[in-house]
């Protein structure tokens, strides 16, 4: 079963930065995405950034390219999501996800926008950034 656990959430002031880590086991094999989204109060959730682990291909939204970075391994089975230049706007709760696609989920989502491929969910963590 695969299991995703986020940390890092915290508050911080606007224009700081902060890393997010999602650990995640339960994997059958090594080729499967990553994403991180987030849901702000009365927002719908949106997608923020995916990798895809083996071919590497990643997904930025608009509002957080440039500012933020996703990266980990197989190896420490960690995703990490680093946050730079953070806005009161990015305030949220922020959770990690994984496909079930092979990896695909990613590039679906890249693609088409579509984040169905995501199948498991951690319990997500609170980014709160003051203005």
């Known amino acids: 079963e695969v299991q995703l656990a986020e940390s890092g959430g915290t508050l911080v002031q606007a224009g700081g930065s902060l890393r997010l880590s999602c650990a995640a086991s339960?994997?059958?094999?090594?080729?499967?995405?990553i994403g991180w989204f987030r849901q702000a109060p009365g927002k719908e959730r949106e997608a923020v950034s995916c990798?895809?682990?083996?071919?590497?291909?990643?997904f930025y939204s608009r509002s957080v390219e440039g500012r933020f970075t996703i990266s980990g391994d197989n190896a420490r089975n960690a995703w990490d999501l680093q946050m730079s230049d953070l806005k009161p706007e990015d305030t949220a709760v922020y959770y990690c996800?994984?496909?079930?696609?092979?990896?695909?989920?990613?590039?679906?989502?890249?693609?088409?926008?579509?984040?169905?491929?995501?199948?498991?969910w951690g319990q997500g963590t609170q980014v709160s950034v003051s203005s």
């Open positions: 339960g994997f059958e094999t090594d080729d499967y995405a």
């Open positions: 996800a994984a496909d079930d696609e092979a990896g695909y989920g990613c590039r679906v989502l890249g693609e088409q926008g579509t984040s169905t491929g995501f199948a498991f």
């Open positions: 990798i895809s682990s083996s071919s590497g291909y990643t």
